[in-house]
Each structure stands twice: as C-alpha cells, then as structure tokens.
C-alpha cells in the first residue's frame, strides 16, 4: 500500500553536494571579477596620462595661436589673448596647472622641460616664436613644440 503521507523533498547529502557547487562556481565568478577589476583599473591609470595629454597639446595649441603675447616665467609660460584674457601654465612637481581667468585645470603629466625660443625659416624672412616642452608619458620622454608665427607689427615692439 501506499503511504498517504509521502512527501518529496531532498536528502542532507543532495543539499551539501549542491551547496559545495555553488561555492565553487561562487568563488570561480569572484575569481574572474578580481582579474577583471585589477585590469580595468590598470588601463584607467594608462588612459589618465594619454588623455591629459591629449587635452593639454589641445589648450597649449589654441593659447599659441589664439594669444597675442607668450611670454616665459620663472615655472611656466604665460599668454595674454587678443581679447585682454590671460593664461598660465605653471609648472609643478609632478603635473602641471594651466590657469585661466574663468577656470583652473591640472594636467597630471610631469613636465621636464620648458623653454621659448625664437626661430627663422631658411631666407630669414619669417620669425616663429617656438614652445618646447618635454613631457614624461608612461616613463617616456615625448616633446610638444608649438611655433607661433612673429608679425612684422608685432616685430618692432617685440623684446625677447
């Protein structure tokens, strides 16, 4: 005869075998998700210094050609815009600020060098005013030069 009563369910063997599985492929996800994190967090560190260089060779290019005077100071360059605005790109240990009447940005890139210099083509018809940097990029030395061309009003009352 059949017992009225029976219930199925499972056994405590049945339910430890299954428990011990999901620990396992628990752990094997947590494993994974690790590796994942570190490497996301690694390429993050690698893209911070591409990016700001990339915004800084962006705001360096349109402050020389967008300024009217550039002009070197004791840690940095300074540029003064047709329009009376000026900028400041002053030099820190390990990055470098660009200063500006309506906003302050940080550059985390570590800045070696930094210099102007004058420069004429071959007939010496055309005076460029150059801007060297040296930065460190993933322990890499990499220069930026700018050239900014000297007009000849801007040549009479131009003192190096």
Do not use: C
């Amino acid at each position: 005869m059949k017992n009225k009563n029976y219930i199925a369910a499972f056994s405590i063997v049945e339910i430890m075998v299954s428990m011990v599985i999901t620990a396992i492929v628990v752990g094997l996800i947590f494993g994974v998700f690790t590796i994942v994190s570190e490497q996301i967090i690694e390429f993050k560190k690698e893209n911070e210094q591409t990016a700001d260089f990339n915004r800084l060779s962006y705001s360096l290019n349109k402050a020389v050609f967008d300024s009217e005077k550039m002009i070197t100071r004791e840690n940095g360059v300074y540029f003064q815009t047709y329009d009376g605005d000026t900028i400041l790109y002053q030099k820190e240990d390990t990055y470098l600020i660009r200063k500006a009447q309506t906003f302050t940005d940080t550059f985390r890139l570590k800045l070696q060098t930094m210099r102007i210099d004058s420069v004429y083509n071959e007939k010496k018809s055309k005076v460029f005013q150059k801007l060297e940097l040296e930065l460190l990029i993933h322990e890499k030395s990499v220069p930026l030069r700018f050239y900014k061309p000297v007009y000849a009003n801007q040549l009479i009352l131009w003192k190096e």
